[in-house]
């Protein structure tokens, strides 16, 4: 197994490894095991395959030794409280984490059976296969036309003008754009509306050809129309991507998700089909949240 900035780290206290209950608000029967995860976090066909994962900032762990498979063209989503390590989880998956000096990630992150965080690794190869939306649209100060174009010049995907004009046209048809812009494709993409702009973001990163797509909160910003708009993007594009989506809204995972993953205080509590976590979870700390006793 694989290890990451493999700077000493300091003895870890032998009574961290035990079962220990959850405090403050939480229900005095739930109890959390360091590196367990009750329900279903492996799939038969792992596009991510994810062990033993830490993520310390500094001293401090934020992630706390967990495995978990990814499917490949599944739509996974991560929720739980504020602070409890999922949009931490999910930039690893593309070395977002890379631009915190003292974040530190150990463990063995797999990509397609390669290892994402390889000293030899192209970080940039990488980001082109694993696209990232954020939770504020964040449009360059370009037109429509070289905001999606960015990504397939600096790649070097499209040899002639007609085959980059192909490249914008095909993914700003499948981020449900290309009626609302193909009339104004030299406008600037810092007047779109808030939902245009994360949906201009979307078709920015699909035109890459990414092979999966990770969404750190993409609605949170949006009206509900917008919202309803992204969702349906989302569904539609699960056809050909891998998508790990980040949301408060349970709603939203309840709506869009294959699978879901609760996060608690850097652990991975339970992954399990969308419906039985919402309907029957196999954890009380997940009952308690999706329940509304905290959160």
Request: include cysteine; proline fraction near 5%.
């Amino acid at each position: 197994m694989n290890s990451m900035n493999t700077a000493a780290m300091p003895a870890q206290n032998v009574s961290e490894k035990v079962a220990k209950p959850v405090i403050d608000e939480k229900p005095e029967t739930a109890v959390i095991t360091e590196g367990s995860t009750v329900g279903q976090p492996f799939a038969d066909d792992p596009k991510f395959k994810l062990r033993n994962v830490e993520v310390f900032y500094g001293e401090n762990p934020a992630i706390k030794n967990i495995s978990l498979d990814i499917g490949r063209n599944e739509v996974i989503a991560f929720i739980g409280p504020s602070g409890c390590g999922k949009s931490t989880f999910l930039r690893c998956l593309n070395r977002m984490n890379d631009s915190i000096d003292i974040c530190r990630v150990k463990g063995s992150l797999m990509l397609d059976d390669q290892d994402i965080y390889d000293p030899k690794r192209d970080v940039v190869e990488l980001r082109a296969r694993v696209g990232m939306v954020f939770q504020k649209p964040n449009p360059f100060p370009k037109s429509i036309y070289d905001n999606v174009a960015y990504g397939p010049r600096i790649h070097g995907l499209a040899n002639r003008k007609s085959d980059l004009d192909d490249i914008v046209e095909n993914s700003l048809r499948k981020a449900g754009l290309w009626d609302e812009v193909k009339d104004r494709l030299d406008a600037t993409a810092t007047g779109m509306s808030g939902g245009q702009q994360q949906r201009l973001c979307i078709a920015r990163a699909i035109a890459v050809s990414p092979e999966v797509i990770l969404m750190d909160e993409p609605c949170s910003a949006l009206d509900p129309i917008a919202t309803a708009k992204v969702e349906e993007l989302i569904a539609e594009m699960s056809e050909s991507y891998t998508i790990v989506i980040v949301t408060h809204s349970m709603q939203q995972a309840a709506r869009v998700s294959d699978r879901t993953a609760y996060f608690h205080l850097g652990h991975l509590v339970e992954v399990n089909d969308t419906d039985k976590v919402f309907t029957a979870p196999d954890h009380q700390l997940t009952e308690s949240y999706i329940t509304g006793r905290f959160g």
